[in-house]
């Protein structure tokens, strides 16, 4: 396996040992779909050498039948189906959190762990309901067939959600992404793909999955991706309290103009995306140039993919000057977004939905 997959020369890479990058904002706002070659890759261990002809998926624990599933198997046997889908990292814009306080051990994101495919596949559904889902079955855990290695010990990184999300359509295991085959860093041959949930339940390179009565006990379910309160740090935390995520929050960013770019006064457009979590969808889009005393709403462009992503754009009207432009979204419960980083800040990271901003110097 190369060291660096085949991306774009404009990808920023944020470790090289896991492999971790992600595109700069005004190339991940081209297009509506993300080309692989752009799309961020966030990873915890190494990228698994995987024989596909060799490759078997099992399926046990609170089943009727255990499976043992070649990839033939999952492509000739079962119905297949596409969804697009927007993946985004729990850790996206972590660096706005950052700047309110160190997060030491923890990938420096900007907004680019994001990224939407189309992705193609069988649903989850379908493979649990062949092996006959038992009564007590509340999770769905999946592990990975890659190595993480922490305080000595290699095991695969892992993740679950609630069954009713398991049994959800829009649920895949995907071998395809955008009309090809997955590449190995985004988890060939076969991924799980859980939209509306933070990217880490999207499991890639999936060796099994578990039905259980609790969630898994990997240690990125039971350790990682949890939010505690400000004043917790890594020595105070206790593991068991922690808020375990799974639906992502309303999120929106700009994307265009970039951070500290030089514009032309008159009407700038700004133009940027938004995200929410669950089965809600983004409803509305605020930009303000003065601070968030008063704000034009963004146009959202059409589009029926309740799984994605809203690109938005607006015009703003700006003479010479310094800028600070901010981003608001707001989703179909009504929810927003909190006005300050130090607002959300918690000691992993976590979940950086603050109102985006960039500042900009207008020339006449
Ligand atoms: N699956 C495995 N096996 N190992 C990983 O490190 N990272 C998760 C998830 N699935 C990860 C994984 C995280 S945190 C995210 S955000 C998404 O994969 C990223 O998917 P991508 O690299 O295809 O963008």
């Given at each position: 396996m190369p060291n660096r997959p085949e991306k774009h020369p404009g990808m920023i890479f944020r470790s090289e040992q896991p492999l971790n990058a992600e595109p700069p904002m005004e190339l991940l706002r081209q297009s509506f779909t993300t080309p692989a070659e752009l799309f961020f890759v966030r990873n915890h261990g190494s990228i698994p050498e995987i024989d596909a002809d060799r490759y078997r998926?099992?399926?046990?624990?609170?089943?009727?039948?255990?499976?043992r599933l070649s990839l033939d198997e999952i492509r000739e046997q079962f119905p297949r189906s596409t969804v697009t889908a927007t993946l985004q990292c729990a850790g996206n814009r972590r660096q706005d959190l950052m700047e309110v306080a160190p997060i030491p051990g923890e990938v420096a994101w900007s907004a680019g762990a994001i990224g939407t495919a189309e992705w193609r596949g069988t649903p989850l559904r379908e493979v649990l309901q062949a092996a006959g889902v038992e009564p007590g079955a509340l999770h769905a855990a999946f592990t990975g067939l890659d190595e993480v290695e922490m305080e000595n010990q290699a095991f695969g990184f892992g993740g679950s959600i609630p069954i009713e999300k398991a049994m959800s359509p829009e649920v895949v295991l995907a071998y395809e992404m955008n009309g090809e085959p997955l590449t190995?860093?985004?988890?060939?041959?076969?991924?799980?793909?859980?939209?509306g949930y933070i990217g880490a339940r999207s499991v890639k390179w999936l060796a099994n999955i578990v039905l259980q009565a609790e969630p898994s006990s990997n240690y990125y379910q039971t350790h990682a991706y949890k939010i505690f309160p400000p004043q917790v740090d890594e020595e105070t935390a206790d593991w068991e309290k922690g808020l375990m995520l799974g639906e992502l929050s309303v999120n929106a960013v700009i994307c265009r103009p970039t951070y500290e770019e030089a514009v032309s006064a008159g009407p700038v457009p700004v133009q940027g995306y938004a995200i929410t979590g669950g089965e809600r969808s983004v409803e509305r889009v605020d930009v303000s140039t003065d601070g968030g005393e008063t704000w034009t709403t963004a146009d959202l462009q059409e589009g029926n993919d309740p799984w994605a992503w809203r690109l938005w754009e607006t015009l703003v009207d700006l003479s010479p000057g310094r800028y600070e432009i901010v981003a608001r979204a707001w989703d179909s419960a009504a929810n927003t977004q909190p006005e300050l980083a130090e607002q959300v800040w918690n000691f992993k990271g976590y979940m950086d939905n603050s109102w985006h901003r960039i500042e900009v110097s207008c020339t006449g």
């Open positions: 998926l099992s399926i046990g624990g609170m089943v009727q039948r255990e499976l190995p860093e985004h988890g060939a041959p076969l991924r799980v793909v859980a939209p």
